[in-house]
């Protein structure tokens, strides 16, 4: 995990899910947090886009 912290400051792991297990077989998912949508799209290069 390059750039992000493992542990949080009350000292437990965040769950970890690997990219695999949101996409399956698809290259974009959408994401309801309370009333707004966000679409995670994976790109050509792998790289992970969140757009609202």
Not at 8 to 22: F, N, T, V, Y
């Amino acid at each position: 995990m390059s750039g992000i912290a493992p542990i949080r400051a009350d000292g437990k792991m965040p769950p970890i899910l690997e990219s695999r297990q949101l996409f399956g077989n698809t290259r974009e998912v959408l994401i309801r947090h309370g009333t707004e949508t966000y679409r995670l799209r994976q790109t050509q290069a792998g790289k992970l886009i969140l757009t609202k």
